[in-house]
């Protein structure tokens, strides 16, 4: 948001005006957010095109199966047309707390929950709000719950793709994405375009889609019975071009653990809906991690002489240096550099200094080979003498054809 690191958010910079608080009062409210925000890694928001699918379930679903991993998670609900998770999560009759700035997250095992549920005396309350008044107690929630540091914050959405789901989007700023949750049927199906296309839209990126109910867990012998086709959830996802994270079948234990008043969390390891969710969390952290450049990025050392391979890696004038795209098998840069004095055993921990992960030589001596084992640096012996380049090109196209190791002396 900032025009450069030393704007204070006062002035009238051109690039942040847009963003400039009005008053002193809305640059604290700013820098609240900013530090609120700035706290929580993951902010995944859970959307479904329509009511009915199951959404808040699924969020405290994934609120439960991170937790169970260690993570440190916040589950929001501003659901404000019916918001479920109070009840599945027995805190019905839980009364709110502030510290007189922030208001207090209830705790459920290690899960900070926040629900509008905790502001509405009966269900009836929600449909008196009108729409700026949404908006605004929208916001507040984003913004005025003491969360602490978090590993994800999960929030459960308004369904659709009206105004609701829009403010919270905008509040939240910067939400690594959304988990879109849908059920089999072919209508259902139809919804989730309408939200994959709002995530669009909004350039918010679409973390995967949930086929929720996908089957039924018959409570007798607990196997996934399908009372409707399921499937084509993640055809849908193919044919949209987003992830598919996962089918979750309806399970009595979850929805008996809710009507008991029985925290629903203590029974979770039980459930077959637990087991489903093992896995979606698994492939959920992988597309909210997507590897940085540079830790794509790879180095590859050739010793060279005369400008080709060197056969002797222990004798060669100098090294070509690759950096190297391994999942699109182009080299980026090539550097030359020339090795330190020769001394036994210095060269590998050079070039493993170096940040080099590949060594492609002729023949490399039995200590060398050791220690660059030692350090986690793949060793190459065998190469012909050729163009570094075209050796390099060969390696990572899984062409390249090795003869003996030539010098091992
Ligand atoms: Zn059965
Ligand atoms: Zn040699």
């Given at each position: 948001?900032?025009?450069?690191?030393?704007?204070?958010?006062?002035h009238?910079?051109?690039?942040?005006?847009?963003?400039?608080?009005?008053?002193?009062?809305?640059?604290?409210?700013?820098?609240?957010?900013?530090?609120?925000l700035?706290?929580?890694?993951h902010?995944?928001?859970?959307?479904?095109?329509?009511g009915?699918?199951?959404?808040?379930t699924?969020?405290?679903?994934?609120?439960v199966?991170?937790?169970?991993?260690?993570?440190?998670?916040?589950?929001?609900?501003?659901?404000?047309?019916?918001p479920?998770?109070p009840?599945?999560?027995?805190?019905?009759?839980h009364?709110?707390?502030?510290?007189?700035?922030?208001?207090?997250?209830?705790?459920v095992?290690?899960?900070?929950?926040?629900?509008?549920?905790?502001?509405?005396?009966?269900?009836?309350?929600?449909?008196?709000?009108?729409?700026?008044m949404?908006?605004?107690?929208?916001?507040q929630?984003?913004?005025?719950?003491?969360?602490?540091?978090?590993?994800?914050?999960?929030?459960?959405?308004?369904?659709?793709?009206?105004d609701?789901?829009?403010?919270v989007?905008?509040?939240?700023?910067?939400?690594?994405?959304?988990?879109?949750?849908?059920?089999?049927?072919?209508l259902?199906?139809?919804?989730?375009?309408?939200?994959?296309?709002?995530?669009?839209?909004?350039?918010?990126?679409?973390?995967?889609?949930?086929e929720?109910?996908?089957?039924?867990?018959?409570?007798?012998?607990?196997?996934?019975?399908?009372?409707?086709?399921?499937?084509?959830?993640e055809?849908?996802?193919?044919?949209?071009g987003?992830?598919?994270?996962?089918?979750?079948?309806l399970d009595?234990?979850?929805?008996?653990?809710?009507?008991?008043?029985?925290?629903?969390?203590?029974?979770?390891?039980?459930?077959t809906?637990?087991?489903?969710f093992?896995?979606?969390?698994?492939?959920?952290?992988?597309?909210?991690?997507?590897?940085?450049?540079?830790e794509?990025?790879?180095?590859?050392?050739?010793?060279?002489?005369d400008?080709?391979?060197?056969?002797?890696?222990g004798?060669?004038?100098?090294?070509?240096?690759?950096?190297v795209?391994?999942?699109?098998?182009?080299?980026?840069?090539?550097?030359?550099?020339?090795?330190?004095?020769?001394?036994?055993?210095l060269?590998?921990k050079?070039?493993?200094?170096?940040?080099?992960?590949?060594?492609?030589a002729?023949?490399?001596?039995?200590?060398?080979?050791?220690?660059?084992?030692?350090?986690?640096?793949?060793?190459?012996?065998?190469?012909?003498?050729?163009?570094?380049?075209?050796?390099?090109?060969?390696?990572?196209?899984g062409?390249?054809?090795?003869?003996?190791?030539?010098?091992?002396?």
């Amino acid at each position: 948001m900032s025009c450069n690191e030393n704007c204070d958010g006062k002035h009238e910079c051109g690039s942040c005006a847009a963003n400039s608080p009005q008053s002193v009062d809305e640059f604290m409210e700013m820098m609240n957010r900013e530090e609120t925000l700035r706290r929580i890694k993951h902010k995944i928001v859970v959307l479904s095109g329509k009511g009915g699918v199951g959404k808040s379930t699924v969020a405290v679903n994934l609120a439960v199966s991170l937790g169970l991993n260690g993570s440190r998670v916040g589950l929001l609900d501003v659901d404000i047309h019916g918001p479920s998770i109070p009840k599945m999560l027995n805190l019905d009759n839980h009364v709110l707390e502030s510290d007189g700035v922030k208001m207090t997250p209830a705790q459920v095992g290690n899960i900070k929950v926040m629900s509008i549920g905790f502001l509405l005396k009966s269900e009836d309350n929600a449909v008196i709000w009108r729409g700026p008044m949404k908006a605004g107690v929208i916001k507040q929630f984003v913004e005025e719950v003491d969360w602490g540091d978090l590993d994800y914050l999960i929030v459960d959405c308004p369904p659709g793709t009206g105004d609701e789901p829009l403010s919270v989007i905008q509040t939240l700023q910067g939400a690594d994405g959304a988990v879109v949750v849908t059920t089999p049927q072919d209508l259902a199906l139809a919804d989730v375009r309408k939200s994959i296309r709002f995530c669009e839209q909004l350039e918010l990126p679409v973390l995967g889609v949930i086929e929720n109910m996908s089957g039924f867990v018959c409570p007798h012998c607990g196997e996934v019975v399908n009372v409707f086709k399921s499937g084509g959830g993640e055809q849908m996802a193919i044919e949209m071009g987003v992830p598919f994270l996962g089918r979750v079948p309806l399970d009595p234990i979850v929805v008996s653990a809710g009507d008991d008043g029985t925290p629903y969390i203590y029974k979770y390891g039980d459930s077959t809906a637990a087991k489903a969710f093992e896995s979606i969390v698994d492939t959920l952290n992988e597309n909210l991690t997507p590897k940085s450049k540079e830790e794509q990025k790879m180095l590859i050392a050739l010793p060279t002489s005369d400008g080709q391979l060197c056969m002797h890696f222990g004798h060669c004038e100098k090294f070509a240096i690759f950096e190297v795209d391994p999942d699109e098998n182009r080299i980026i840069a090539k550097t030359i550099l020339i090795p330190p004095p020769h001394e036994p055993g210095l060269l590998p921990k050079w070039l493993h200094g170096e940040g080099v992960s590949v060594v492609i030589a002729g023949g490399m001596g039995q200590h060398a080979q050791e220690l660059f084992s030692q350090s986690g640096v793949k060793v190459i012996t065998g190469a012909q003498p050729a163009e570094p380049e075209s050796v390099v090109m060969a390696y990572l196209n899984g062409t390249l054809e090795t003869g003996e190791n030539v010098c091992d002396h």
